[in-house]
Nanobody, 126 residues
Framework: EVQLQASGGGWVQAGGSLRLSCVTS????????VGWFRQAPGRQHEGISCISSADRSTYYADSVKGRFTISSDNAKNSPYLQMYSLKPEDTAVYYC???????????????????WGQGTLVTVSS
C-alpha cells in the first residue's frame, strides 16, 4: 500500500522559512515522481514543485521559482520542500503526492498523481 505523510507546516511571518518533509512507503521510490502541491481556501490544487526520482527532472511553479527548492533522499524514500521568503499568498495546505514514471512535461499537473498524503498547513502572516 502506497502511503505518504507530509509534515513540517506551521505558522511563520512573511519572509520566513519552513522545510516540509514527506515520509513515504509502499513503492519503489526511485521509480516514481514525487511532488508538492498546495490548496488554498476556495482554490484548486496547485502544483508547486515536483521531482522525478529516476532522472532528477524538476518542476517549479512560477510563483515559487527562486524561493522554494525541492530535493529528495532516495535512501530515505523522502522528498523535501525548502521554502524561503514566504509570502502571505503561500498560505495553504501543502500535500505530497507520488506516481509512477511521469515524464518531465507532466510533473506539475495534480491530476497525474494517483497517490496523495495528508496535508500539512502552512500559514504565513503579513
Amino acid at each position: 500500500e502506497v502511503q505518504l505523510q507530509a509534515s513540517g507546516g506551521g505558522w511563520v511571518q512573511a519572509g520566513g522559512s519552513l522545510r516540509l518533509s514527506c515520509v513515504t512507503s509502499g513503492f519503489t521510490f526511485d521509480e516514481y515522481a514525487v511532488g508538492w502541491f498546495r490548496q488554498a481556501p476556495g482554490r484548486q490544487h496547485e502544483g508547486i514543485s515536483c521531482i522525478s526520482s529516476a532522472d532528477r527532472s524538476t518542476y517549479y511553479a512560477d510563483s515559487v521559482k527562486g524561493r522554494f527548492t525541492i530535493s529528495s533522499d532516495n535512501a530515505k524514500n523522502s522528498p523535501y520542500l525548502q521554502m524561503y521568503s514566504l509570502k502571505p499568498e503561500d498560505t495553504a495546505v501543502y500535500y505530497c503526492a507520488a506516481d509512477f514514471g511521469l515524464i518531465a512535461s507532466r510533473l506539475g499537473y495534480p491530476r497525474e498523481y494517483h497517490y496523495w498524503g495528508q496535508g500539512t498547513l502552512v500559514t504565513v502572516s503579513s
